[in-house]
């Protein structure tokens, strides 16, 4: 009953905001609303954009996020509503 492709979190450190980015299957499924044109890309398409802007992208963790996954979807889309 295991996901054999769990969501992925990247953290995004740019000089004017951090933010996040959820991957599955080696693209982005949901994206902070600063970034979401990201929304779709894939993960080569992530590291190459953020390597032409010079930010900086991470893996977090999951053992070390203090929210799931989910808290995450559900926060962004909240930031969608408004």
Excluded: S
Aim: charged share 30%; with cysteine.
């Amino acid at each position: 009953m295991g996901n054999d492709n769990p969501d992925v979190v990247v953290r995004i450190t740019a000089p004017h905001f951090c933010c996040a980015l959820i991957f599955r299957n080696q693209v982005v499924i949901e994206a902070a609303p600063i970034v979401k044109y990201m929304k779709g890309w894939t993960g080569l398409g992530v590291e190459k954009y953020l390597a032409k802007k010079k930010w900086k992208g991470e893996i977090v963790r999951p053992e070390l996020m203090k929210q799931t996954v989910e808290e995450i979807k559900n926060n962004i889309a909240a930031e969608k509503r408004g």
